[in-house]
């Protein structure tokens, strides 16, 4: 059964009602200090509404389940080759693993008093 125009306009408007959150997303080092890894949850979110967008700074990223429009722009620490970031999305769980632009981040222990 194909839907009507009416139908199409109805189920636009309430797609367009539904809420819009950002999405919870956490990053850290390799261990080899040579990439970052990011986690970003989209909990019912399908593979292929999603979209993921980065530059050497920032990463973007967009999905939508049944009920929510995730939509989330997140810095990153340090510059990344974003040309050269792999992805992965699981159980609602994309995971970003993108180098670091110089060959080595470098990082030295603080004390804390």
């Known amino acids: 059964m194909?839907?009507?125009?009416?139908?199409?306009k109805i189920k636009t408007e309430i797609e367009s009602k539904k809420p819009v959150l950002a999405?919870?997303?956490?990053?850290?080092?390799?261990?080899?200090?040579l990439y970052t890894i990011i986690e970003i949850v989209l909990p019912g979110v399908e593979k292929d509404?999603?979209?993921?967008r980065m530059n050497e700074e920032t990463v973007f990223v967009t999905g939508?389940?049944?009920d929510v429009r995730y939509v989330g722009g997140y810095g990153l620490c340090c510059p990344v080759a974003a040309e050269k970031a792999h992805s992965t999305?699981?159980?609602?769980?994309?995971?970003?693993?993108?180098?670091f632009l110089e060959e080595k981040f470098h990082t030295v222990d603080v004390k804390i008093d």
Not at 2 to 8: K, Q
Not at 89 to 99: D, I, Q, S, T
Request: glycine residues 2%.
């Open 23 to 33: 999405p919870e997303m956490c990053s850290w080092t390799s261990e080899d200090d």
């Open 49 to 52: 509404t999603i979209k993921l």
């Open 89 to 99: 999305y699981k159980n609602g769980l994309l995971r970003v693993e993108v180098p």
């Open 2 to 8: 194909t839907e009507t125009t009416e139908e199409n």
């Open 64 to 66: 939508e389940s049944d």
